[in-house]
């Protein structure tokens, strides 16, 4: 087996890997997942294509009753798969908001809309007709491009797909440098990028292998020589097919990587929350249940759960401040002061010393009054009140009950 070879079946499973991934989002998920079945549909086509071109598929299909089959399902679903990708640029960019004029790159989604699916009709019937009419099949083949070279037939059977295959990498390309531009989300801005190069690397190859065709036609190549143009036009495909695999998957798996970092959160800031909200039964929807089971609540999404999480936390320490006098926040940064003496860790043991103190003293029956000093922080956004929270819950979880009731009774002895 040559390195090509092995490149062929390590892009097919890749690309086999893309779809199975985002399969059940496109069949099965939200209203906005459903529209990106046509992407879906373009890997699994792309995948099928790509297996029919790995050595064990082609070489078997080749030889069987139907010369050359590999070829014919190879192009019958890589066109089903351009249809699909064209389908999903219409459903993306061919939509604008009703008032004013409209954007260039809608105008051009709208042709194509208008074009695509009639070209990919008429492509399937002419590559029908003309593989069974005038390609010669009478010996079965292993690599097509080389082995036909000089036949007129073989020629204009393959620039027939080579043109719509060129003009939709194209358009591809043409989309997705636009929309390259105008993100501002840094995974999205890459993913794109790196399907935009793919398109421009799929635009030189059939002009390339089109080229190398019709001139074999006129002039004959050697036999070394058309091999390696077909090796080397075959491995540029390989870097195509990689390329846009991992441009799709980025934006996804940075979806995905966010999940990830969700969950995590969840996990860590269960035990905080969960003490916080027993202390205060009557703030959550619902009593606070083991972390299986709030992880397994599949009816509220993860960044809402977390979200709300945080408010919980927040409400709790507010109510936290009229159970304590002031002088604890003292006591509380003292303590954390004499057990560390980084800033970003010093802030977080001090919360996490004056909440636990506070529950303690709420425990044991301290009178409701007016409420005490405390430093709330504030973040931006969510992303960094979670980070804080979370560094909160572990230095929480690490403090033991003795060093607790000393920082209490600190507090308690400072305000007497």
């Keep these: 087996m040559t390195a090509l070879d092995l490149a062929g079946y390590l892009v097919a499973g890749l690309m086999t890997a893309v779809a199975l991934w985002r399969m059940p989002a496109a069949l099965w998920g939200d209203e906005e997942d459903k ?7 373009c890997y699994a086509g792309f995948a099928i294509a790509l297996w029919t071109k790995t050595r064990v598929v082609r070489i078997n299909l080749n030889n069987s009753p139907v010369v050359d089959l590999a070829v014919l399902i190879k192009h019958y679903t890589a066109t089903i798969a351009i249809l699909a990708i064209l389908s999903y640029i219409v459903a993306i960019y061919g939509h604008f908001p009703k008032d004013g004029a409209i954007p260039r790159h809608v105008r051009f989604a709208r042709l194509i809309q208008r074009v695509a699916t009639k070209a990919s009709v008429v492509t399937l019937i002419l590559l029908t007709v003309l593989f069974f009419t005038v390609v010669d099949r009478s010996v079965p083949t292993d690599r097509f491009v080389a082995e036909h070279a000089g036949q007129w037939g073989a020629t204009l059977y393959m620039s027939v797909f080579y043109v ?9 390309a043409y989309q997705w440098a636009l929309a390259t531009v105008d993100t501002r989300s840094r995974h999205l801005r890459t993913g794109l990028g790196m399907m935009t190069f793919a398109m421009f690397i799929g635009v030189v190859y059939t002009l390339s292998r089109t080229s ?10 050697g036999e070394s020589f058309a091999l390696t143009f077909d090796k080397a036009t075959e491995a540029a495909q390989v870097v195509l097919f990689t390329f846009f695999a991992l441009g799709a998957s980025i934006p996804a798996f940075s979806k995905g990587w966010r999940r990830v970092r969700l969950w995590r959160a969840q996990v860590n800031l269960h035990p905080l929350w969960r003490e916080l909200m027993t202390a205060f039964p009557d703030q959550p929807f619902a009593p606070p249940a083991s972390l299986v089971r709030e992880l397994t609540r599949f009816d509220t999404p993860a960044d809402l759960r977390v979200d709300r999480w945080a408010a919980d936390i927040a409400d709790a320490v507010e109510k936290l401040r009229h159970y304590v006098p002031d002088s604890l926040l003292t006591a509380a940064n003292e303590a954390a002061a004499v057990e560390g003496t980084d800033p970003g860790r010093t802030g977080s043991l001090a919360d996490a010393y004056w909440i636990k ?8 029956g301290a009178p409701a009054g007016k409420a005490a000093a405390f430093e709330t922080k504030h973040a931006t956004d969510q992303d960094g009140e ?3 929270l979370v560094r909160v819950a572990a230095a929480y979880k690490a403090i033991p009950e003795q060093r607790t009731r000393v920082v209490l009774r600190s507090g308690l002895e400072r305000s007497a």
């Design 164 to 172: 719509y295959l060129g003009a939709a990498s194209a358009v591809c």
């Design 386 to 388: 979670v980070a804080w």
């Design 35 to 41: 529209r990106r079945r046509a992407l879906w549909g």
């Design 357 to 364: 103190a506070a529950l303690v003293a709420k425990a044991e």
């Design 212 to 221: 190398f065709l019709w001139i074999s036609v006129v002039d004959q190549p």
